[in-house]
Nanobody
Framework: QLQASGGGLVQTGGSLRLSCAAS????????MAWYRQGPGKQRELVAS???????NYADSVKGRFTISRDNTKNTVYLQMNTLRPEDTAVYYC????????????WGQGTEVTVSS
């Protein structure tokens, strides 16, 4: 089970930190990720992180967003800086088993709105 939080309304250039708490299974078995879906857009992968900490980012957020995880708290974070109106979206945390290619587990989504 994944529970996301931390969304809200922020001005252009501002920052937000999203959190996603996981429960129900061994956290180390999962690759964690953040996806987003903006108005009228398809869902896209924002960032992902392996248990050992290696990360991957969409080009549109590189240098502005940082994904991290606290394996002692079974929580993954997305620090979002220098936010832009085009970052406005519902953000979802997701999880897949290390040996799988499919993100099978999804949180409920948290809305981020960046005003210009």
């Amino acid at each position: 089970q994944l529970q996301a939080s931390g969304g809200g309304l922020v001005q252009t250039g501002g920052s937000l930190r999203l959190s996603c708490a996981a429960s129900g299974d061994t956290f180390s078995n999962y690759v964690m990720a953040w996806y987003r879906q903006g108005p009228g857009k398809q869902r896209e992968l924002v960032a992902s992180i392996q248990f050992v900490g290696s990360t991957n980012y969409a080009d549109s957020v590189k240098g502005r967003f940082t994904i991290s995880r606290d394996n002692t708290k079974n929580t993954v974070y997305l620090q979002m800086n220098t936010l832009r109106p085009e970052d406005t979206a519902v953000y979802y945390c997701a999880a897949r088993r290390r040996w799988s290619t499919e993100y099978k587990y999804w949180g409920q989504g948290t809305e981020v709105t960046v005003s210009s």
